[in-house]
């Protein structure tokens, strides 16, 4: 290895080790910290933060990469691809000037305070004035950047690297459409029961459940383990420290299972990293559209099917006999399927999801381009709802309120979600091709190579392969809604009838 790259190495690895640093704090925040200490903490994150910043930002390092970037053309290796994502960092984090990040980061702190507050008091009036704040910073934010074919391509590329606004509105439109059909007809059948999911279930007893579950997935717990706290999380130190936290939630105490699962998912993908990407760039995973995609397939591909609960609903009963008695295994899996649209985008359903998405993901275009004015946007939210899901929120609390992003300044990341939605059905369909009798092997709960299939194919490569040509490479298509609606359309079909 030359000698320039050992010493790229060196500062890269100094990058990560604060990067980890910070998030061992901010796991901490999340799961032990008293409330006195914030301030403290506060300080700390904005240290390691800014000391971060000068490392990831410093002339030693262009000059490093610049030489490397000869030495190392672009090509398949190990090495070029490190180089290659190293010199894509670097370019944009020497675009954004450093008091534009400090005059972010003060005035998303305070926007945050204030969505608490509006969201609390269901008041969009007290968000109002931040949020067009953040919608001036971002379109700041923009013009530090090459000109592209859409404004909003700039933010999308730090969440998914090299997708295009054009292709995901393309990829959203017909999708959309089918959407609302799907759900048109389900609601014109007879709704399937699932009060028995609502009743009161043991918080221990199912947490430790959980934990049953994933272990049976893969999820290494030397490696790893679970705490709670107010949000499901995945959050890594390391490869071999790859954390998971969850919550119960009295009325829905099956999301416990769920949440496990799909953090779990999460985790087992940084889990599988090749570990020799340790303290390089290419460590972590490949975006958060493949990320996602992970998590949902434990969580709903695999977490929600018939296979997977002839498996595990016997023990189930046997864990919970009162609450699921006289419940079939049939009635059970139709009652964690059911299909309702609802005003909450974290608790929709597989059928609903990606248009809560959508909603979002067109309301951000229009406010990049200008196309909407902040003051309009809790109407245009409703009317969105009302026009895809058929239901009204009562107020902005259930609305335009309901999530954190915006006003942390994250405007560029909600697509990622669906997309990883899209991404899990195109894995299944490749997966079926290679392990044929993958239902079996779920239904007597052996998961070893469905995880030794994901593993090999995407886990070990990290940020080895950019997300769109990593997808290509392993299914031979492009991002593609096909196989996702195919799937809703055989699953939903067969739990209503249709
Ligand atoms: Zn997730």
Request: glycine share 0%.
């Given at each position: 290895m030359s000698e320039k790259l050992v010493r790229l190495k060196e500062i890269l690895g100094e990058v990560s080790d604060l990067t980890h640093a910070a998030a061992v704090l901010e796991w901490d925040q999340n799961v032990g910290m008293p409330a006195g200490g914030a301030e403290a903490r506060g300080q700390q994150l904005s240290t390691l933060a800014k000391i971060a910043q000068e490392k990831s930002t410093s002339d030693e390092l262009g000059r490093l990469l610049e030489d490397l970037q000869k030495e190392y053309p672009e090509g398949e290796s190990e090495e070029s691809a490190m180089i290659r994502v190293a010199s894509r960092n670097y370019e944009k984090a020497r675009r954004v000037p450093a008091e534009f990040v400090a005059e972010r980061a003060l005035v998303t702190t305070q926007a945050f305070e204030a969505w608490v507050v509006a969201k609390k008091k269901s008041d969009f009036s007290v968000f109002h004035p931040h949020l067009e704040k953040i919608v001036e910073l971002v379109r700041r934010y923009i013009t530090f950047f090459p000109p592209a074919d859409h404004p909003y391509d700039v933010l999308l590329d730090d969440y998914e690297r090299g997708l295009k606004t054009a292709e995901v509105k393309s990829i959203f439109q017909d999708l959309r459409l089918k959407q609302v059909e799907l759900i048109r007809r389900i609601g014109s059948v007879g709704q399937v029961r699932d009060d028995f999911l609502h009743a009161k279930y043991n918080e221990q007893k199912l947490w430790k459940f959980g934990e049953r579950i994933i272990g049976k997935f893969g999820y290494d717990w030397n490696r790893g383990r679970q705490d709670q706290a107010p949000h499901p999380f995945e959050t890594s130190f390391s490869v071999n420290d790859v954390r998971i936290t969850n919550r119960f939630e009295a009325d829905h105490p099956m999301a416990t299972l769920f949440g496990a699962m799909h953090e779990a998912g999460h985790a087992m993908y940084e889990q599988g990293i090749n570990p020799s990407y340790e303290r390089t760039p290419l460590e972590g995973g490949a975006s958060l559209a493949v990320h996602e995609s992970q998590s949902r397939l434990w969580e709903n591909l695999v977490g929600r099917s018939m296979p997977f609960w002839e498996h595990f609903y016997p023990e189930l009963k046997k864990t919970f006999p009162a609450q699921l008695d006289g419940i079939t295994l049939k009635s059970f899996y139709k009652a964690i399927n059911k299909v309702e649209p609802s005003l909450i985008r974290v608790n929709a359903d597989e059928a609903t999801y990606n248009l809560h998405v959508m909603l979002r993901l067109e309301l951000e275009i229009s406010m990049v381009e200008g196309a909407?004015?902040?003051?309009d946007l809790p109407q245009m939210w409703n009317e969105k709802m009302r026009e895809y899901l058929g239901v009204i929120p009562p107020n902005d609390a259930k609305g335009v309120l309901q999530d954190v992003h915006w006003s942390g300044g994250s405007i560029g990341y909600f697509s990622t979600y669906a997309l990883g939605n899209l991404i899990s059905a195109q894995w299944a369909e490749a997966i079926r091709k290679d392990i044929r009798d993958l239902d079996d092997r779920i239904s007597k709960g052996k998961f070893d190579d469905l995880l030794g299939w994901l593993r090999g194919k995407i886990h070990v490569h990290g940020k080895r392969y950019e997300p769109q040509a990593l997808v290509q490479k392993v299914t031979g298509a492009k991002i593609d809604a096909g196989p996702f609606m195919s799937y809703l359309e055989d699953k939903f079909g067969g739990i209503y009838g249709l």
């Open positions: 909407v004015a902040v003051r």
